[in-house]
């Protein structure tokens, strides 16, 4: 019985210690992307120990993806796993950025070269509404309770994944309760150092919309006051920023002459990735080059 029951602790013993030196020898499982990179997330990674068993992984885990070539590595970390951030850092990595309740860090494998792994969020996209009633002449203008002396078209910041004519849509009747058509991109503007775009440059793009309705509804957590206004008075006032007055003289300058001379129109293609498709804007093309 004692020889039966030494043989079972060695056996125990034995399985243990091979057990744990699998556990620290794993490597973690990643996607291998087009450019020779490979992204591990760590949501699906269950650490016993974190601290201790993500450092001896992620070290084995880095040997072995240098011997495979492995041009960069993305390491997708939850918030609730944020601890192991400095252990990532003292293995070479560093932030990329944030978003949810994910952080993604990054290191660039090929010592031969500089890194190429692009930068996040370089540019903020902006979209502001050009509401123009062509039948009375008239801009749906806002007053905003931050700048309460400055009159401008109502708009706002586009969300992750939102085109910019949904934007627009959606910022004209969140502010004033004016539902309205998209009918073209009519300019945009293109600003660094911009005060508001959290260190990012800014890209504001201005949408000429259609109205479909004309009452207006103000929004108190956001404006002061919002009503129609003569184009022609807009587009000469001397209070008004220049960017705001320019965009009335195109469309004064599209109702006299047609919106063909200053609209850059919208064109849905598909992409070449298989089932999806893009927005493509620019000045519309007549029917002989649309068909060659």
């Known amino acids: 019985m004692i020889a039966v029951l030494r043989s079972q602790n060695i056996y125990y013993f034995v399985v243990g210690t091979l057990k744990r030196r699998c556990s620290s020898s794993t490597l973690f499982d990643g996607k291998v992307d087009r450019y020779g990179g490979i992204t591990v997330d ?3 990674s269950h650490l016993d120990s974190p601290e201790t068993t993500f450092s001896d992984i992620l070290k084995e885990s880095l040997l072995s993806w240098r011997k ?3 041009k960069a590595v993305w390491l997708n970390i939850p918030v609730m796993k944020a601890a192991l951030i400095p252990i ?18 990054c290191q660039w494998m090929d010592d031969g070269s500089p890194s190429r792994l692009p930068l996040y969020a370089t540019h903020q996209v902006g979209v502001a509404g050009f509401v123009l009633n062509e039948e009375t002449g008239q801009v749906l203008m806002v007053q905003d309770k931050i700048r ?3 009159w401008k078209f ?3 910041l586009s969300n992750p994944g939102e085109d910019i004519a949904d934007t627009a849509i959606r910022e004209v009747y969140e502010e004033t309760g004016v539902k309205t058509e998209f009918k073209s991109v009519i300019s945009f503007r293109q600003q660094h150092n911009h005060p508001n775009a959290f260190g990012n440059s800014d890209i504001y793009v ?9 009452a207006i509804t103000v929004c108190q957590d956001e404006l002061l006051d919002a009503k129609w206004m003569k184009i022609h008075d807009v587009a000469h006032d001397v209070n008004i920023p220049t960017l705001t007055t320019r965009i009335c003289r195109l469309g004064i300058c599209g109702m006299v002459e047609g919106f063909d001379k200053v609209d850059i129109q919208m064109e849905k293609l ?5 089932g999806a498709f893009y927005k493509i804007y620019h000045r519309p093309l007549s029917d002989k080059y649309n068909y060659m």
């Open 68 to 70: 495979e070539g492995r």
């Open 206 to 214: 201005v949408c000429r919309l259609q109205p479909l309705t004309s």
């Open 42 to 44: 760590l949501q699906k």
């Open 270 to 274: 598909e992409s070449i990735y298989r």
């Open 154 to 156: 109502p708009g706002g």
């Open 88 to 105: 990532a850092v003292k293995q070479g990595f560093c932030l990329h950025h944030s978003r949810g309740d994910c952080i993604t860090m």
């Open 148 to 150: 309460v002396s400055l």
